[in-house]
């Protein structure tokens, strides 16, 4: 495996990728959401309320919770994006025949993979870094609030990215990449569902039930790396407005990620891409 090698296939994957038709719908998607942010948190600011105008400082609070919610947005976009692109990259290619091409050559199956990987890496986590980063100035032009850490956000949505490309991967070289996309997706909800279900158990004291979302973020490091990502986006007075039961509210993070779990999300991610490449060298192609 030669490094020009995999940085070719690398920069063919993502070329492959930017003329599909699911990336112009990435970027209107992201557009209108940037556009109904930017109208929306103009508006925060002396908005009326039952409890009376919102001061600047209000405003500031209430935009890191609605930060977070947009947040969500935009990787639920690049989920659903990176996972329909994974599909037809690799199951797509091998059912339609295209990667004999690429495959007759004298080129390792690792080769073609990991170069496939990481166009695609850079695809969705270059997605998530512009539209995270736009966001954020959205916010700070419009309402004056700018997150404690938006660079280990943004990163770590990133990272949350390639987490579900690689689960993906894994699953298009099993089967047909419309299923591929829709279980990835499917598992991706499922654990942010799980992670929500946690926080709750958890501000209601049931061990139980609060299992369940810790779990989860080990099996699929997406809601963890997300949980740390809305950490790193929020005010932290909002952990104290919000009061001892903020681990039920699904946009509120109580704590940032541990090395540990980093630690363990990279394992994680070089355990699934070598499961990927085992299935990738014995298919038939």
């Keep these: 495996m030669t490094a020009r090698t995999v940085l070719a296939i690398a920069g063919l994957t993502l070329r492959e990728a930017a ?38 400082g209000e405003a500031r609070l209430v935009a890191s919770l609605l930060l977070n919610l947009i947040m969500f947005g935009l990787s639920l976009i690049a989920a659903v994006g990176t996972a329909f692109l ?29 170069g496939k990987w990481l166009g695609l890496a850079a695809f969705g986590g270059g997605y998530v870094v512009l539209a995270g980063l736009a966001q954020v ?36 070289s099993a089967v047909s990449p419309m299923a591929s996309g829709i279980v ?43 949980r740390g ?3 790193a986006f929020q005010d932290p007075i909002a952990l104290l407005q919000m009061g001892p039961g903020e681990g039920g509210f699904p946009f509120l993070s109580d704590g940032a990620l541990t090395p540990a779990y980093l630690a363990w999300a ?15 060298s014995r298919r038939d192609v």
């Design 229 to 231: 990502a809305m950490n």
């Design 137 to 172: 100035l959205v916010v700070g032009a419009t309402v004056g609030y700018w997150p404690p850490a938006p660079v280990t956000g943004v990163a770590l949505l990133a990272a949350q990215t390639v987490v579900l490309l690689t689960l993906a991967l894994l699953l298009s």
């Design 19 to 56: 003329r599909r038709r699911v990336v112009w719908a990435l970027l209107a998607l992201t557009v209108v959401l940037l556009a109904l942010s930017a109208w929306g948190f103009s508006r925060l600011v002396g908005l009326d309320s039952e409890l009376g105008t919102l001061t600047s």
């Design 184 to 226: 990835a997706v499917g598992l991706f909800g499922a654990t942010w569902v799980a992670g929500v279900v946690g926080g709750i158990g958890g501000a209601l004291g049931n061990e139980g039930v609060e299992r369940v979302g810790t779990v989860s973020r080990v099996l699929l490091p997406t809601d963890g790396l997300w």
């Design 266 to 280: 990279a394992a994680w991610v070089a355990m699934v891409w070598g499961l990927t490449a085992l299935s990738f």
């Design 86 to 114: 994974a599909g037809p990259t690799l199951s797509g290619e091998l059912e339609s025949g295209q990667a004999l091409v690429v495959l007759a050559r004298p080129v390792r199956r690792s080769a073609v993979l990991l």
